[in-house]
């Protein structure tokens, strides 16, 4: 198989019709240069070029050949060129994964759209993934980078968990609700009310962080006839079925028909953290960079 040294030598040589010549452009003892030429000829089996006094010409089967190693020559620079960018972080594809307690609206939103514009090369796999599940994702090489919600069950020593400033907590009423009249709230207040959310047996998360709250007042949430633990509970909230405690982050999200209060417990608060590999990709730390950056509670 021909080395890539050769096929830069046999191009230079084609180009100036002279060995000497090559060798100059090579930075290469003339010598090594020919003795390389004839070992590529004897790798291919065919003669590539005719030896004249005044320099060399290609044979027919060396024009052929300069023609296809042309090609490779470029498609090797095209694709250092293109190793390069996915190095400076310019290139690629990030596969970030994120709870559904941290949809793609308000900050997440708007670090995708700074990320994109500074990197357009960069390509960006969303999925919607629950914080537990997130660690194997991202511990296994399945995914880039996380947008976790805290508490986090299960944890894995060997990933980067980097938290984020606390979000305020709101609660979602429908409209009418004889709560709305309120202008604030306390988590006390929904000692009677049904939450279209409840705790997952294996993970944490918000409905977690929502069911300590509760708790720690002495009271188990009550549950309402249908329940999500997907940003569809706001549909649930708009259409009667209760009340849902959530993020500020997810008030873009609020659909017509639903009103938020805000919660004033001082410890009405939840966390969220980006995940990283313990070796993150130059692209994941360049959009955990821009997050948060954007972050702003």
Same mark, same amino acid.
């Given at each position: 198989?021909?080395?890539?040294?050769?096929?830069?030598?046999?191009?230079?040589?084609?180009?100036?019709?002279?060995?000497?010549?090559?060798?100059?452009?090579?930075?290469?003892?003339?010598?090594?240069?020919?003795?390389?030429?004839?070992?590529?000829?004897?790798?291919?089996?065919?003669?590539?070029?005719?030896?004249?006094?005044?320099?060399?010409?290609?044979?027919?089967?060396?024009?052929?050949?300069?023609?296809?190693?042309?090609?490779?020559?470029?498609?090797?620079?095209?694709?250092?060129?293109?190793?390069?960018?996915?190095?400076?972080?310019?290139?690629?594809?990030?596969?970030?994964?994120?709870? /559904?307690?941290?949809?793609?609206?308000?900050?997440?939103?708007?670090?995708?759209?700074?990320?994109?514009?500074? +990197?357009?090369?960069?390509?960006?796999?969303?999925?919607?993934?629950?914080?537990?599940?997130?660690?194997?994702?991202?511990?296994?090489?399945?995914?880039?980078?996380?947008?976790?919600?805290?508490?986090?069950?299960?944890?894995?020593?060997?990933?980067?968990?980097?938290?984020?400033?606390?979000?305020?907590?709101?609660?979602?009423?429908?409209?009418?609700?004889?709560?709305?009249?309120?202008?604030?709230?306390?988590?006390?207040?929904?000692?009677?009310?049904?939450? +279209?959310?409840?705790?997952?047996?294996?993970?944490?998360?918000?409905?977690?962080? +929502?069911?300590?709250?509760?708790?720690?007042?002495?009271?188990?949430?009550?549950?309402?006839?249908?329940? /999500?633990?997907?940003?569809?509970?706001? /549909?649930?909230?708009?259409?009667?079925?209760?009340?849902?405690?959530?993020?500020?982050?997810?008030?873009?999200? +609020?659909?017509?028909?639903?009103?938020?209060?805000?919660?004033?417990?001082?410890?009405?608060?939840?966390?969220?953290?980006?995940?990283?590999?313990?070796?993150?990709?130059?692209?994941?730390?360049?959009?955990?960079?821009?997050?948060?950056?954007?972050?702003?509670?």
């Amino acid at each position: 198989m021909p080395s890539l040294r050769q096929i830069r030598y046999f191009i230079s040589v084609a180009d100036t019709g002279s060995f000497t010549q090559a060798a100059s452009r090579c930075f290469v003892a003339q010598p090594a240069l020919s003795r390389q030429m004839a070992l590529l000829e004897e790798e291919l089996g065919f003669a590539l070029f005719v030896r004249e006094a005044r320099g060399v010409q290609l044979t027919p089967a060396g024009v052929l050949f300069l023609e296809r190693a042309r090609g490779l020559e470029r498609g090797l620079e095209a694709a250092a060129e293109d190793a390069r960018r996915l190095a400076r972080g310019e290139a690629g594809v990030l596969r970030l994964v994120h709870s /559904s307690s941290l949809p793609v609206a308000g900050a997440l939103l708007a670090a995708l759209t700074q990320f994109a514009q500074a +990197v357009p090369g960069v390509r960006v796999d969303l999925d919607r993934v629950s914080s537990e599940q997130q660690m194997r994702e991202l511990a296994e090489g399945r995914a880039d980078l996380g947008l976790a919600r805290f508490p986090v069950l299960r944890r894995d020593p060997a990933l980067i968990v980097q938290p984020l400033t606390p979000e305020p907590l709101w609660v979602a009423l429908p409209a009418g609700h004889p709560l709305a009249a309120q202008a604030a709230l306390r988590v006390a207040d929904l000692a009677e009310q049904p939450l +279209v959310s409840a705790v997952h047996r294996e993970r944490g998360g918000l409905a977690r962080r +929502v069911a300590d709250l509760c708790l720690a007042r002495g009271f188990v949430p009550r549950l309402a006839a249908v329940i /999500s633990r997907k940003t569809s509970m706001l /549909s649930l909230v708009g259409a009667g079925f209760g009340a849902a405690v959530i993020p500020a982050g997810m008030g873009a999200l +609020v659909p017509a028909g639903v009103v938020l209060r805000p919660l004033v417990d001082e410890d009405a608060w939840a966390e969220a953290a980006l995940v990283l590999p313990a070796r993150p990709s130059v692209l994941a730390e360049r959009f955990a960079e821009v997050l948060k950056g954007c972050w702003v509670t």
